[in-house]
């Protein structure tokens, strides 16, 4: 358990860090703080856990089987009567422990964190002093809108705004403008903010006549909302949902995240499938080496044995998951993962057994004196 948690957290921390970058780019380049970086970044943890942990318990039973193995502690135990079955009892022990803490996650964190997670998003999509007021940079909030602030004073006025609306390619508008304010209704929301732009110009391209027209304004509002598309409705994901309502209503899923009644299936017995993939996963980085015996040179053969044992049981993960997809009543086939994780691991087991019998023949047999 000890090593489980070390290389839990190297792995953890390979992915988070890679996760982090992207966030720290796409959050403090639109004027976050850092505060909402370690948000959101605390809030995608419980799905790098997620991910990692499969190869978390079966990196710590090749690590110990290794040692065991190096230091002829594995040889004496076999000596005095153990046999590989026997000795597999504590890795299964520890499987479910760590397929106990998987389940914890997929029931239970993933899913509150997931959701948590999208309804900050939605909150930053609403958030329009984060995503315009930044001096000095051509934001895209939208596609095909540009918007400039050459300088932000320190009562809020914008100085020496620009604003390009291209969305519609038939007439598209530019503002510029020597000051502008921006004003929130009480919700806060993008639909209740406007843009007050002060002594400034509209120009308006029509691309039917190619002709140019330009008005002279002293103030002129311009909504936001639309701005940045109006107030969408917030996009729900599969794994944001909780185990009980997909499997007690699923047609309800299907219909508040508009994914395939395939990928809602997918995704209840995916969860509970992750958990027996840890033990399978412990099963199989012990029951591999225990084939090698003892040996001066190491078990790096079995090691690399294991490793591809390991990528076969999740090549079969993604063999699976495509038919369940297109055809729900094909669930069964999701948990085909970890049945061949146990297959593969029993079947390392049974190889051990009949090597350490042969072993121990030629240890008894009787030796021949001669005359």
Known sequence: MMLFGFF??????????????????????DGQSALVFLEFTALSLPNVIRIVLPMSPFAAAVYVTNRLSSE?????????????????????WFGLIVGVIMSIMTHFLVPASMAQLQVRQDDLQRNVTARLLTEGTFLHPAAGITFYI???EADGTLKDVFLSDRRDPEA???????????????????????????????QTLSSDSQRLFTTHFEDFTYDVGRLLGGDALPFIHVRYLSTWMLFTNPQEAVELTGASMGQVVEEAHFRISQAFVCMAAALIGFATLLTG??????????????IVLLLVVKAVEGLASEPVRDDPALWPLIYSTPLAGFALG???LWVATRSNEKWFRRRRAPVQVAP
Do not use: H
């Open 172 to 202: 598209a508008q530019t503002f510029t403008a020597a000051r502008a304010y921006l004003v929130a209704d009480r919700d806060q929301t993008a639909g209740g903010a406007k843009l007050v732009m002060l002594e400034g110009l509209a």
């Open 72 to 92: 002829s502690e594995l040889v004496v135990m076999q000596a005095t009567g153990f046999s590989p079955w026997r000795l597999a009892r504590p890795v299964l």
């Open 8 to 29: 839990s957290l190297v792995l953890i921390s390979i992915y988070w860090i890679n996760l982090s970058v992207r966030l720290f780019d796409a959050l403090i380049g």
């Open 150 to 152: 050459r300088e932000i």
């Open 346 to 348: 029993f079947g390392m």
């Open 293 to 306: 015996g003892f040996s001066r040179f190491g078990v790096w053969r079995q090691i690399v044995l294991a």
